[in-house]
């Protein structure tokens, strides 16, 4: 049985950081797409960063470039995003999620091509 828990959110000032986790079990994080997204109350969930486990590419929104980091500790199988210089228009839930498919094209893939997901953390930015 696979689960991810995210951490890590909360209020921050403007121009302030935050550092979210997603702790994974039952599943390795090896050859698999991982992912950040977010999503607003009546919004569509947006992928706001992507990382393919194999070949440690990653892709980014581009409210995200330059500020953001995705991430892995593989000896404790967990995903994390660095969030640096946040501002207002970032508040939202935070989700990570993650793709087994070894055939998927993990940077171009959508919501619907992840299988797992975590139940989300809160980021509030002032």
């Known amino acids: 049985h696979v689960q991810l828990v995210e951490s890590g959110g909360g209020s921050v000032q403007a121009r302030g950081s935050l550092r979210l986790s997603c702790a994974v079990s039952g599943y390795t994080l090896s050859s698999i797409c991982m992912a950040w997204f977010r999503q607003g109350s009546g919004n569509e969930r947006e992928a706001v960063a992507i990382?393919?486990?194999?070949?440690?590419?990653?892709r980014y929104s581009d409210a995200a470039k330059g500020r953001f980091t995705i991430f892995q500790d593989d000896a404790k199988d967990t995903l994390y995003l660095q969030m640096s210089k946040l501002k207002p228009e970032d508040t939202d839930r935070y989700f990570c999620?993650?793709?087994?498919?070894?055939?998927?094209?993990?940077?171009?893939?959508?919501?619907?091509?992840?299988?797992?997901w975590g139940q989300g953390t809160q980021v509030t930015v002032s």
């Open positions: 990382l393919h486990r194999g070949s440690g590419n990653s």
């Open positions: 999620a993650a793709a087994p498919d070894p055939w998927l094209v993990c940077l171009e893939a959508t919501p619907a091509d992840f299988t797992y």
